[in-house]
């Protein structure tokens, strides 16, 4: 049992995700972002500017398995769904993410609004999201947690409802993106009983970048580096997560590529597969070369991506 928590607390400590304060502040509770190893091919869950920008109504599907082979380990499920409008300026989505790991189930329900600006070679998009996140944690499963802690209800049940907004700028055109999101506005600390309170400040501002652009060699074959930096003002400007990413495009058909994350040590294989314009079929797999190496065979993710029409170019966007 307590080898079992002390891997679930590695875990939540290199995903960020939600757990109680740091820093001296242990009535904060941090809902961090989640890690996504083919977020280049659905860029609405980092980003709500994106919405639109394939130009065509798209549904995307993933399923994420972390660190597979730790029981209780995290399994993250998303659902985003976003369109442009028939004047070509705004843009309407919708995404959802269903997670649990150790003892805490999770999701996320977000509708999006985007407006995009015509440029002399591109467009400039900005996005508003709005929504909640929904948190449940049953410590009662667990040994060595004291139930008469304060901040724990008297069932040992923590539930919680987070309203919550984020917005974010994308610029794309055919060759070239660039984006910055802040994810979340609001922040909430515990109050004790399983009450808590919601407070906004700028200095615990999370900001996720994304870039990457398109070089052609030959119609038949092209090269797409990209990078993700989520950094953090709460912790003196601490690196959430940094990817390096590289994809080369065979015939606009199939995609191989890899990516290095440094702030986890991770090493990411990618291999998708565009089946005509309309749909596409991703897989990853993370090999962890830092501290997780001990503990698990790795990480996975599968992407499913439909775009109801067909004039999307499969290696113009993400």
């Given at each position: ?117 015509r440029l002399a070679k591109g467009k400039l ?57 802040v994810p979340s506005f609001l922040f909430y ?130």
């Open positions: 049992m307590i080898k079992r928590i002390y891997i679930i607390a590695i875990v939540l400590m290199c995903l960020n995700l939600e757990g109680y304060g740091q820093g001296g502040d242990s009535s904060r509770i941090i809902l961090g972002y989640p890690v996504y190893s083919q977020y280049i091919h659905n860029g609405l869950m980092i980003n709500p500017a994106y919405a639109g920008t394939r130009e065509a109504l798209t549904a995307t599907l993933s399923y994420r398995m972390q660190w597979m082979g730790i029981e209780d380990a995290p399994r993250l499920q998303t659902f985003s769904l976003h369109t442009p409008m028939k004047n070509d300026k705004v843009a309407l989505g919708l995404n959802a993410r269903f997670m649990q790991y150790g003892i805490t189930k999770s999701s996320s329900v977000y509708a999006i609004y985007a407006y995009h600006l998009s900005f996005g508003l999201k709005a929504g909640v996140d929904m948190s449940n944690t049953d410590y009662n499963g667990l040994q060595g947690i004291d139930m008469s802690d304060p901040v724990l209800p008297a069932d040992g049940r923590l539930a919680y409802v987070f309203p919550n907004v984020g917005a974010g700028i994308y610029y794309f055109s055919d060759k070239l993106f660039a984006g910055m999101a600390k515990s109050t004790g009983g399983g009450n808590t309170q919601a407070y906004h400040s700028f200095s615990e501002y999370d900001f996720v970048f994304s870039a990457g652009g398109l070089i052609t060699f030959s119609p038949n074959f092209k090269f797409k580096p990209s990078a993700l930096l989520d950094l953090s003002l709460r912790d003196a400007q601490k690196i959430n997560q940094l990817d390096i990413n590289g994809n080369f495009i065979i015939s606009d058909l199939l995609w191989i590529g890899a990516s290095w994350r440094t702030t986890e040590q991770v090493i990411t294989g990618h291999l998708q597969v565009n089946i005509g314009q309309q749909l596409m079929l991703g897989f990853s797999y993370d090999y962890p070369a830092g501290r997780m190496n001990s503990y698990s065979k790795g990480s996975s993710e599968i992407v499913l991506r439909y775009d109801f029409g067909s004039k999307v170019s499969a290696s113009r966007q993400e």
